[in-house]
């Protein structure tokens, strides 16, 4: 992963992989070349909200800077698929940094297609209410510039739990005092 700019311990590694293997929904292919690791791809499969079908994602290729541009990356690409294949999965998705562009010609050339923008944003350690819920207040808000301000609701958001059967969706009710 160091090899990706993503500066890791072993120990690291091993706690991360250690979870990871817990879960049969991902996968993690090892490229060796005379019993040394020279690459590696790790995929997970999933549900989404937007398809009715399961779908896949490459969340991390990577090949030794000694052995780039060997075929490796594109055999560890082929076992990832067929994997995916294997599993009915006809969506793949994969992100690479704005600044990688061998990597983006190294998935077009590959039939990948560029699709959308990505956005990361760094959360703080935010301890919830009872451990599952978090209260937020929405400020007043315009539909348009020329209609005039919506008063302010107040907005409930809990987790939704599918094995309990009391649980909800999300509740909104309109709050008397509008935020400013």
């Avoid at 061998?102 to 590959?110: G, N």
Wanted: proline share 3%.
């Amino acid at each position: 992963m160091c090899e990706l700019g993503y500066e890791t311990t072993a120990a690291e590694m091993r706690k991360r992989f250690k979870l990871i293997l817990s879960d049969a929904r991902f996968r993690t292919f090892v490229a060796e070349i005379e019993n040394r690791v020279c690459g590696m791809i790790g995929t997970v499969a999933y549900p989404s909200y937007e398809h009715n079908d399961l779908s896949g994602r490459i969340l991390a290729l990577v090949t030794s800077s000694a052995s780039r541009r060997g075929g490796i990356g594109r055999a560890l690409i082929a076992a990832a698929e067929r994997d995916f294949a294997q599993k009915g999965i006809k969506r793949i998705a994969v992100n690479t940094r704005l600044s990688r562009q061998d990597a983006h010609k190294f998935y077009e050339a590959l039939g990948y297609e560029r699709s959308g923008w990505r956005f990361v944003k760094q959360l703080l350690a935010v301890k919830m209410p009872g451990g599952r819920r978090l209260q937020l207040s929405l400020r007043k808000w315009k539909k348009s510039q020329s209609q005039a301000q919506q008063p302010a609701r107040s907005l409930r958001i809990h987790q939704r739990n599918p094995r309990n059967k009391s649980s909800r969706f999300p509740e909104v009710s309109r709050s008397k005092a509008p935020l400013k």
